[in-house]
């Protein structure tokens, strides 16, 4: 039962060297990872490495520095003006964030019915955030003006509900929350558009057998809507506080941290001890205290929201 | 057996209180002990439209108390609009619908009390099995202790019982199938819907839950109504079927009716697989003459009816063989075991022919077949009504 063996011999390749390099599937591998993996080097972990290094040297500009192990961290745990800007940032970061998806929900919610120029709406709520944040931080600025602010105009010469100008930016309270508005503004279309695209991949049939179950709009909601938007809420989330927290511009732009320093965000503190200041190695520290907040925003939302019990297991179709 | 089924034997405050229409049978015509609440439907002149295009003209149709009435066409016909308006989902824009004796036309759907399972299940994903069924139950917030027993007893009856505590997305087609059914039951209301509910399964489970539902439907006797664009479901399934066609009702009877006398061209070639062989001609006093040249006998018809140009109508398995026939070419031989299905050619124009004999010609030989004239039809070729 000898067949084909004999009949076809295998005709013998012979392949240069460099054909042979490239079949070998572990050079191949790292060869197809290089590009990737030297970016993510030069562009992320190099950054990354060199500022966690600065923060434990007292490296300023013009002077390169000596390894000082925590004196950088010691010395901002006793600076009230890091304090602050740390409750600042959780402040900032809580309620805006809250801010940001009740709106956003609920303008969600809203595009997601049948509107008339629902694309056209759609496309105007992007607006805030396609728009430059230092551009649209000069409009707040105006807005919160002390002498041309449209809002304090209304109030007082249009409506007469004030007597004075509203002081926005001159003390402490009054800034905060302005920044926390002007942050909200901005962060809505986000939101907004990403839980829409979230809403628009629930089964209308779903609804419609709630419906016939005698689930009312509230129950609908709380039983459909919020439990199948859930994974997207987390990732959104997730995102959303990431941003905040680390935000710079926006408060940079319409106050740098005054009045008297009480609306410095860590980031904006950390840019302002770092580059203007002068002192790399405590800007640096400022911004390495950042990374636990920030890790732990990320777990919480990855494991307490991201993953479902009814998403895992098998997919039977 | 049917003990089992009773679910509605104490029914907490349910949203119908516009209504004294709930029919129920206590121990009088029904097994000891078991309560099962039915109506009827009414729907009478029923029309839809969308903007200026009309859907559905004017649709008339009786569904008696515990009667399960197919509503069958092919896609785009308005079956499935209709049942949407039975159920509430759509208004409705003409005439009036009744579930019992209330008029529903402005009553919500959660008011109707009917249950209704989609073409795909719309199962709750992020609910258990158990929660899926229980949910309606807990919107109107029953006992837990009545929903436990609800829940399970539906389980018991569809076999879910070891599934309970599954998520949808791990169930196989015919589970969730099972599933949404399930959610059915446990409402025990008035009406069952069904949309398509088999469309989404292989033809293996589908040939499985048709049987299945049939059986449910003895045991449970709800009023059902049922959508599907297979006229086999249709047959197997109903105890009336609805033909529907661009929004009117071109037929309503018992299966073997619609079969044996369809009413006109479109029920004729819509029912029945294979379906009717349909031959264009001249009724003529010695039978009836095709286009071909082929004079067919055919059964009795009116004298006037003759010279009309007509269509011929003859189901495959009335084809018979024998010597004195007509003479026909066959063209393909698909044996089947217990019978015989033949494509033949004759006066130009194939037919499908079914012959319980096996037949030993070959593709290109000729074969001599009759119809059974006591069973042929014949429609007029203008309008497509029975002569």
Same mark, same amino acid.
């Given at each position: 039962m000898t067949i084909a063996a004999e009949a076809r011999p295998v005709p013998q390749l012979t392949q240069s060297w460099l054909v042979r390099l490239f079949d070998y599937k572990p050079f191949l591998i790292f060869i197809c990872l290089l590009p990737a993996l030297g970016l993510l080097l030069v562009f992320l972990s190099y950054p990354l490495g060199l500022g966690i290094w600065l923060a434990f040297t007292d490296t300023r500009i013009g002077r390169s520095g000596v390894f000082i192990g925590f004196e950088n961290f010691e010395s901002l745990w006793h600076d009230p003006v890091f304090i602050t800007s740390v409750w600042n940032t959780l402040l900032y970061t809580g309620v805006a964030t809250v801010a940001k998806f009740g709106l956003g929900l609920w303008l969600a919610l809203l595009l997601n019915n049948h509107l008339p120029f629902k694309?056209?709406?759609?496309?105007?709520?992007?607006?805030?955030?396609?728009?430059?944040?230092?551009?649209?931080?000069?409009?707040?600025?105006?807005?919160?003006?002390?002498?041309?602010?449209?809002?304090s105009y209304v109030l007082v010469d249009v409506l007469g509900w004030r007597d004075t100008y509203v002081d926005f930016l001159g003390s402490p309270w009054p800034a905060r929350w302005s920044l926390i508005a002007a942050n909200v503004w901005r962060g809505i279309p986000f939101v907004a558009i990403s839980l829409l695209a979230g809403l628009q991949t629930i089964s209308p049939t779903l609804y419609e057998a709630a419906m016939l179950d005698g689930a009312n709009a509230w129950q609908r909601f709380r039983h459909v809507t919020l439990p199948m938007l859930m994974p997207i809420l987390a990732i959104v989330l997730t995102f959303s506080v990431l941003f905040t927290f680390t935000d710079f511009q926006l408060v940079y732009a319409i106050t740098r941290g005054g009045p008297i320093n009480s609306t410095h965000l860590m980031a904006t503190l950390a840019f302002q001890r770092g580059i203007p200041g002068g002192q790399l190695g405590e800007g640096a520290a400022i911004a390495v205290a950042m990374i636990p907040f920030l890790v732990m925003a990320t777990l919480f939302s990855y494991f307490a929201l991201a993953r479902r019990k009814w998403q895992q297991g098998e997919d039977n179709d | 057996m049917r003990g089992l089924v009773s679910i509605g034997s104490q029914k907490p405050m349910v949203c119908n209180a516009a209504g004294g229409d709930r029919v129920r049978h206590p121990g009088a015509n029904q097994s000891a002990g078991e309560t099962t609440k039915m109506a009827s439907v009414q729907i009478a002149d029923v029309r839809k439209a969308y903007g200026s295009t009309q859907v559905i003209h004017g649709v008339d149709i009786d569904i008696n108390d515990g009667e399960f009435v197919i509503l069958v066409g092919p896609s785009g016909c308005g079956k499935s609009t209709l049942l949407r308006m039975i159920a509430g989902l759509e208004n409705i824009s003409g005439g009036e619908i009744r579930i019992g004796s209330r008029v529903v036309n402005d009553v919500p759907p959660k008011e109707r009390d009917i249950a209704m399972v989609f073409q795909n299940y719309a199962l709750y994903p992020h609910m258990t099995v158990a929660d899926n069924?229980?949910?309606?139950?807990?919107?109107?917030?029953?006992?837990?202790?009545?929903?436990?027993?609800?829940?399970?007893?539906?389980?018991?009856?569809? #076999?879910?019982?070891? @599934?309970?505590?599954?998520?949808?997305?791990?169930?196989?087609?015919?589970?969730?199938?099972? $599933?949404?059914?399930?959610? =059915?039951?446990?409402?025990?209301?008035?009406?069952?819907?069904?949309?398509?509910?088999?469309?989404? @399964?292989?033809?293996?489970?589908?040939?499985?839950?048709?049987?299945?539902?049939?059986?449910?439907?003895?045991?449970?006797?709800?009023?059902?109504?049922?959508?599907?664009?297979?006229?086999?479901?249709?047959?197997?399934? =109903?105890?009336?079927?609805?033909?529907?066609?661009?929004?009117?009702?071109?037929?309503?009877?018992?299966?073997?009716?619609?079969?044996?006398?369809?009413?006109?061209?479109? $029920?004729?070639?819509?029912?029945?697989?294979?379906?009717?062989?349909? @031959?264009? #001609?001249?009724?003529?006093?010695?039978?009836?003459?095709?286009?071909? #040249?082929?004079?067919?006998?055919?059964?009795?018809?009116?004298?006037?009816?003759?010279?009309?140009? =007509?269509?011929?109508?003859?189901?495959?398995?009335?084809?018979?063989?024998?010597?004195?026939?007509?003479? =026909?070419? $066959?063209?393909?031989?698909?044996?089947?075991?217990?019978?015989?299905?033949?494509? $033949?050619?004759?006066?130009?124009?194939? @037919?499908?022919?079914?012959?319980?004999?096996?037949?030993?010609?070959?593709?290109?030989?000729?074969?001599?077949?009759?119809?059974?004239?006591?069973?042929?039809?014949?429609?007029?070729?203008?309008?497509?009504?029975?002569?």
């Open positions: 694309s056209l709406l759609r496309a105007l709520i992007l607006v805030p955030w396609i728009v430059p944040t230092v551009l649209s931080a000069i409009a707040f600025w105006w807005i919160y003006d002390p002498q041309f602010s449209i809002i | 069924m229980a949910f309606s139950m807990k919107l109107r917030k029953a006992p837990k202790s009545e929903i436990d027993e609800r829940v399970n007893k539906a389980a018991g009856i569809l #076999g879910l019982t070891n @599934l309970l505590e599954r998520y949808p997305r791990q169930l196989s087609g015919g589970q969730r199938q099972r $599933v949404a059914m399930g959610r =059915a039951i446990v409402r025990d209301p008035q009406v069952f819907l069904f949309d398509e509910p088999l469309s989404n @399964l292989d033809a293996k489970l589908r040939v499985q839950m048709r049987t299945e539902i049939k059986e449910l439907h003895q045991r449970l006797k709800t009023t059902t109504v049922y959508v599907t664009h297979d006229q086999i479901e249709a047959m197997t399934m =109903a105890d009336k079927i609805v033909v529907m066609h661009d929004g009117i009702v071109e037929q309503m009877g018992a299966p073997l009716d619609l079969y044996d006398n369809p009413a006109n061209l479109f $029920v004729a070639a819509f029912i029945g697989s294979p379906s009717m062989n349909l @031959l264009k #001609g001249t009724i003529r006093a010695n039978g009836f003459e095709t286009e071909g #040249g082929v004079i067919w006998p055919v059964g009795k018809h009116p004298a006037d009816s003759n010279d009309r140009a =007509a269509v011929l109508g003859i189901r495959p398995e009335h084809l018979m063989l024998d010597p004195n026939g007509l003479s =026909a070419e $066959v063209v393909v031989i698909e044996p089947m075991g217990s019978e015989t299905q033949v494509v $033949v050619r004759c006066g130009g124009q194939d @037919l499908t022919c079914i012959f319980r004999e096996r037949i030993g010609a070959k593709p290109g030989e000729t074969i001599k077949i009759r119809p059974d004239t006591s069973v042929t039809h014949l429609f007029d070729a203008a309008t497509g009504k029975r002569i």
